[in-house]
């Protein structure tokens, strides 16, 4: 190593404690500065009442990933956390009760088409080879940057040979007719922010990504792969201080040298990797005087995610008779409206968007004995809908639980014994989400590549950007690669051992 860095890195996300732990394995002098009183951000975990839930991301795919985190402080993922293979990787319901369960295998999915639509058997198998395509041109580029318009347009002519220039759900009908089935095969972008309706298709990827190494779950919930980040962490010699909030990136001479705490106490650093989100970070942590009009005005005008309700809840009975799996999606028949309610008007409609998440299917350890854990996600928009959350939150979340009562779990309000709700306004005011967009900057071609903020700040030397707001985007295995990104810039040093691991990792 050329030399030791004292490095500062603000939130521990998932984005955040990528880079740290490379950063911190590498030899240098890492700090995580954290708001919360625990690690994770979107990812905290909530406990009450002996339920465990998970505030953020449930969908956790490329083990290769942890492992070569672990590897490269000479670590076993196996001994800081257990992950567990999940089929379905979704539970797919339809308006009318009946579901579609989307697994791995792709001879089994094509028997799933089968129930609902024998003729689109055969459109479904070209597909799945069109996104397995997009695939293999793509995802090499989700671990790159893009720091120059030159750089990005070299995929310009991939993009229009594999169709990528057309929506998902335009991707879709082009292989499938059912109305259902093309909701099944053009999900995907909602776990990202995007709306399948004008989503780029190049985001399919991420229906190869789960087929290539499989959606799992961590025993203990996506909070043990929190924690075991955390002691790999500490294992490499980082430092973390929890309840820190930052309050201001100290900038001189459009270089980054430190931060600033809400104490008023600062702290110098070499280099300085923002896990915040990116507009906030611009916006907010930085001082106005120093920041571009110009670059300002972009930032404003781009376009955010859709924001989220999230209700969590324990049971007093298991549910394990339940028509729910694992992960259950339940879009509705109105699939378009539902979509153009939420993106386009920003309003809430009649139909519901909702994801439900039950870990005690798969997990013992994540509630007390013999009783049931869920959380339901419902999309909504974010907070341009001018949404009174503070008022209508009691009966928004009770239509929610209504109709899950009414439709998979019978007696449902009366067998609670543990909840806890956030909505829009917990994204903007507690996780610094501008405008409470829970995916932050929200995914488009325009607003993808060399056009989305790249992880090394093209205003300020010595700034870093990581996270779903920056390249590649939003998504775990996108915000892990961001951080590994952002330390290939901060210690180049490091990139022929990351390389030696991710061999070592292939050959397994």
């Keep these: 190593m050329r030399s030791k860095k004292k490095i500062a890195v603000i939130g521990s996300g998932f984005g955040g404690l990528s880079a740290a732990i490379r950063l911190a394995a590498s030899g240098h002098d890492v ?210 201080r929890l309840n820190t909030p930052v309050k201001e990136i100290v900038i001189r001479n459009r270089k980054a040298v430190g931060v600033r705490l809400e104490d008023g106490s600062w702290e110098e650093a070499d280099e300085v990797v923002s896990n915040a989100d990116v507009t906030f970070t611009m916006k907010n942590l930085i001082p106005k005087r120093e920041l571009p009009a110009a670059v300002n005005l972009r930032l404003s005008t781009m376009e955010y995610s859709n924001s989220l309700v999230v209700h969590y809840f324990g049971t007093k009975v298991s549910y394990e008779s339940s028509s729910l799996q694992h992960h259950n999606l339940m879009l509705g028949d109105d699939y378009r409206k539902l979509m153009s309610d939420i993106f386009r008007r920003k309003k809430l409609g009649k139909q519901l968007g909702l994801y439900v998440h039950m870990p005690s299917r798969t997990d013992a350890t994540i509630s007390p004995e013999g009783c049931g854990s869920f959380y339901c996600l419902s999309l909504v928009p974010n907070l341009d809908g001018k949404i009174d959350w503070d008022n209508i939150m009691p009966e928004y979340t009770a239509t929610v639980m209504g109709y899950l009562e009414e439709n998979y779990l019978p007696g449902l309000t ?90 070592q990792l292939a050959v397994r």
């Excluded at 308006?95 to 028997?111: C, I, K, L, P, T």
């Excluded at 007719?177 to 972008?189: A, G, T």
């Design 414 to 503: 009366s067998n609670i014994v543990a909840e806890h709700s956030i909505n829009p306004l917990h994204f903007r005011d507690t996780l610094n989400s501008y405008k409470g967009a829970a995916f932050s900057i929200k995914p488009s071609m325009m607003q993808s590549g060399y056009f989305r903020p790249q992880v090394k700040s093209k205003v300020f030397e010595n700034l870093y950007f990581v996270g779903a707001g920056a390249h590649p985007g939003a998504g775990v295995p996108a915000v892990l690669a961001s951080g590994k990104i952002a330390a290939s810039f901060i210690a180049p040093e490091y990139q022929e051992q990351a390389k030696s691991v991710s061999l």
């Design 31 to 240: 700090t995580i500065y954290e708001k919360l009183d625990k690690l994770g951000g979107r990812a905290y975990q909530y406990e009450k009442n002996g339920f465990k839930f998970d505030g953020g991301p449930t969908v956790i795919t490329a083990p290769h990933q942890y492992d070569e985190l672990f590897a490269l402080a000479g670590k076993n993922r196996s001994d800081y956390f257990k992950l567990i293979p999940l089929d379905p990787f979704y539970r797919v319901f339809k308006g009318d009760g009946r579901h579609f369960d989307y697994v791995r295998d792709n001879s089994r999915a094509e028997q799933e088409v089968a129930r609902f639509s024998p003729s689109d058997v055969e459109g479904y198998k070209r597909f799945i080879q069109g996104t397995t395509d997009i695939f293999n041109w793509f995802h090499p580029f989700t671990e790159r940057t893009f720091p120059t318009f030159s750089s990005f347009a070299r995929i310009f002519p991939h993009v229009l040979t594999t169709g990528t220039w057309r929506t998902m759900y335009d991707y879709a009908a082009q292989f499938v007719k059912d109305d259902f089935i093309r909701q099944v095969c053009s999900f995907h972008p909602l776990l990202v922010g995007g709306n399948p309706f004008d989503t780029p298709s190049i985001y399919g990827l991420i229906i190869q990504f789960e087929k290539e190494w499989g959606i799992h779950y961590a025993e203990g919930g996506t909070g043990a792969i929190v924690n075991g980040l955390g002691r790999l962490f500490a294992d490499c010699g980082g430092t973390v």
